[in-house]
């Protein structure tokens, strides 16, 4: 079964950065599609950033482009969201998926979630 574990939530203030980190138990991290989601009070889960399995290639929203980065560390079974130029509308609760199909897990129906780490970002 895979476990993901979230941290590096926090306080920050606009314009500055976090990194949040996904450790993955059960399975190597290289061998799963890994995904970010975004969730606020009373919306759904949204859609941040994708890394593919065994592969470089990612994906992001829109509204992340050129200031998100997803990456991995195969030796340490993690992978990472590097936020930078925080913007208040990115707070919220920020967690990790991972699935073998990467449309499940693009659509947000991925098999496994972490419990979420909370980022708030103030102005």
């Not at 190597?28 to 599609?33: D, K, N, W």
């Not at 989601?37 to 593919?52: I, M, N, S, Y």
Request: aromatic share 10%; glycine share 12%.
């Amino acid at each position: 079964q895979v476990q993901l574990v979230e941290s590096g939530g926090g306080l920050v203030q606009a314009g500055g950065s976090l990194r949040l980190s996904c450790g993955v138990s059960g399975r190597a991290v290289s061998r799963l599609h890994m995904g970010w989601f975004h969730q606020t009070p009373g919306k759904e889960r949204d859609f941040v950033a994708v890394l593919w399995s065994n592969s470089d290639e990612r994906e992001y929203e829109d509204s992340v482009k050129g200031r998100f980065f997803i990456s991995r560390d195969n030796a340490k079974n993690t992978v990472y969201l590097q936020m930078n130029d925080l913007k208040v509308e990115d707070t919220g609760v920020y967690y990790c998926a991972a699935d073998s199909v990467m449309s499940e897990l693009i659509n947000g129906r991925a098999n496994f979630w972490g419990q979420g780490t909370h980022v708030t970002v103030s102005s």
